[in-house]
């Protein structure tokens, strides 16, 4: 069912706002012709209306040019951008540069990356406990209570999260040989900072699409 809501972003904006998202999503190179093709096709039936061209990446000033002119649109775009940074677990140093540029040219500090790059190096041990690693945290606390704020107010947008997002870890899986488990790897995920802020957006856009667009979100469970 296609939805009614009424979209405080052009088709404009958000052809370019997905666009930016794909960027991050692509930047650290691991995507092959077939994955492209398959993000391309999954883009095109979020926002069919709108005209992605190849999908290709974004420069920074493309973007800013479209989503740099309202700052709320600037800043809400920056944490989609930082929530799929950090969707498949890791946050890599080839997504903060990108993630630096984009919030250079829309005019935003850049001071918010400073604590998400925490991440790169940070590895719970066995040994950490709960007071140790609430004081290991504690710089990115700035960086949980803005990306709560993220409100979801576009069903094209929330369709696209609620698929980039994984509903499950995607490194928990068991490994088999020969059709018997061997072992199986636990939900690393946990153990990101972030985790709270990414499942917590993706149960925003799927409560948004149930609630305020009446979808059937089913197929995102």
């Not at 068991?174 to 946990?190: A, N, Q, S, T």
Request: hydrophobic share 40%.
């Amino acid at each position: 069912m296609v939805s009614t809501v009424q979209s405080p972003y052009s088709d404009e904006q958000i052809a370019i706002w997905l666009r930016g998202l794909l960027t991050i999503a692509w930047a650290d190179g691991d995507f092959d012709p077939q994955e492209q093709t398959l993000i391309a096709d999954l883009t095109q039936e979020l926002a069919p209306a709108t005209d992605l061209g190849t999908v290709e990446p974004i420069q920074p000033q493309e973007l800013a040019v479209i989503l740099g002119k309202d700052a709320r649109t600037a800043e809400n775009f920056m944490r989609t951008a930082v929530m799929v940074a950090i969707a498949d677990g890791t946050y890599s140093d080839s997504e903060d540069d990108i993630l630096h540029q984009f919030c250079v040219e829309l005019g935003l500090q850049p001071k918010i990356l400073e604590s998400l790059r925490l991440t790169l190096n940070y590895r719970p041990t066995a040994d950490d406990t709960a007071l140790s690693e609430d004081a290991h945290l504690a710089p990115l606390r700035p960086l949980q209570e803005w990306l709560d704020h993220l409100e979801v107010h576009d069903p094209r947008l929330a369709r696209f999260l609620c698929k980039m997002i994984p509903p499950q870890c995607p490194f928990e899986r068991d490994v088999k040989l020969f059709g018997r488990k061997v072992v199986h790897i636990p939900p690393m995920c946990k153990l990101n900072p972030l985790y709270d802020q990414l499942v917590g957006l993706r149960f925003r856009a799927l409560s948004y699409l149930a609630d305020e667009c009446k979808e059937d979100v089913s197929k995102y469970c």
